[in-house]
């Protein structure tokens, strides 16, 4: 699909948002169906990490009794997938369409620059939620999960690592030249998801100092929002019902939403919508 196709897909005389919108993510979507090193990297490498995960959550609970490997195994596994599938291959994503003029293009059409950010993610997004309902529902069968303590919370926790992950993929465009160099500039972002957000090594394992700062990284708070909606607890306390689970969770809906807000500011401020001259 060429870059007039993707423009031409997401304009048209009598268009709405909406349409617009599912215009944009059908066009990527056939171009993320096309990119087999793309699809391997949102769907099987995130798979991959999940089995290595497992293995070092059961050798921290030898050192640490009652850490409940199988609800850390389940955050984990989503937090992968959002971070590889969304961050990851949207970062990639936008670079390819600014470096190949579609982005260029879509703006001068009737889709607002909202529309276009939001339509080259609906395959990315759409994909990592089908594969963390996927997650959930083995996880809640083969482990003997019990059903999420707070359905809303939950919601308002995958929302926000969706929205935050997001916005951190616009802003690391910003600095990424070419495709191949998304790998590089997208690493911090990652090492710092997977050892300080809690997902490879809990926070409750952390020293106390070490998991305070942790708590303050950008994804923290989201992902900590997905545990406690699910399982009534970030590990901190023991677990509560539904009316204790918001008090639980009002700092990381605090620092979440102040993240947000500033990962927002970020990819406005510094997005590149052309290739650097």
């Known amino acids: 699909m060429t870059a007039a196709t993707v423009t031409a897909t997401a304009t048209g005389p009598k268009s709405t948002s909406v349409r617009r919108l599912l215009s944009?993510?059908?066009?990527?979507?056939?171009?993320?169906?096309?990119?087999?090193?793309?699809?391997?990297?949102?769907?099987?490498?995130?798979?991959?990490?999940?089995?290595g995960l497992q293995g070092m959550l059961k050798k921290q609970a030898e050192s640490n009794p009652g850490l409940d490997v199988d609800s850390l195994l389940v955050n984990g596994a989503v937090g992968m997938v959002m971070a590889f599938v969304v961050y990851?291959?949207?970062?990639?994503?936008?670079?390819?369409?600014?470096?190949?003029?579609?982005?260029?293009?879509?703006?001068?059409?009737?889709?607002?620059?909202?529309?276009?950010?939001?339509?080259?993610?609906?395959?990315?997004?759409?994909?990592?939620?089908?594969?963390?309902?996927?997650?959930?529902?083995?996880g809640a069968t083969a482990l003997d999960l019990t059903a999420p303590v707070n359905p809303v919370l939950l919601a308002v926790g995958l929302a926000l690592v969706v929205t935050t992950l997001m916005a951190l993929a616009a802003l690391s465009s910003a600095f990424t030249r070419t495709v191949e160099s998304s790998g590089i500039t997208t690493m911090p972002v990652l090492l710092l998801t997977q050892f300080g957000s809690g997902l490879f090594i809990p926070l409750e394992v952390m020293p106390d100092q070490l998991a305070d700062i942790c708590r303050l990284l950008p994804t923290t708070p989201a992902f900590q929002l997905v545990r406690v909606g699910w399982f009534g607890t970030d590990?901190?306390?023991?677990?509560?019902?539904?009316?204790?689970?918001?008090?639980?969770?009002?700092?990381?809906?605090?620092?979440?939403?102040?993240?947000?807000?500033?990962?927002v500011w970020g990819a406005v401020r510094y997005f590149r919508w052309e290739p650097r001259r």
């Open 235 to 263: 590990g901190s306390a023991a677990p509560t019902g539904f009316a204790g689970s918001w008090a639980a969770a009002a700092p990381h809906l605090v620092t979440g939403g102040i993240w947000l807000a500033l990962t």
């Open 88 to 138: 990851y291959n949207l970062t990639a994503a936008y670079v390819a369409r600014r470096g190949e003029l579609v982005l260029k293009r879509l703006r001068t059409g009737e889709a607002r620059d909202l529309e276009i950010l939001a339509g080259t993610a609906v395959p990315s997004v759409g994909l990592a939620l089908v594969m963390c309902t996927v997650i959930g529902v083995v």
């Open 24 to 51: 944009l993510g059908r066009a990527e979507g056939t171009l993320l169906l096309r990119n087999r090193t793309a699809l391997f990297t949102a769907v099987l490498l995130p798979l991959f990490l999940v089995f």
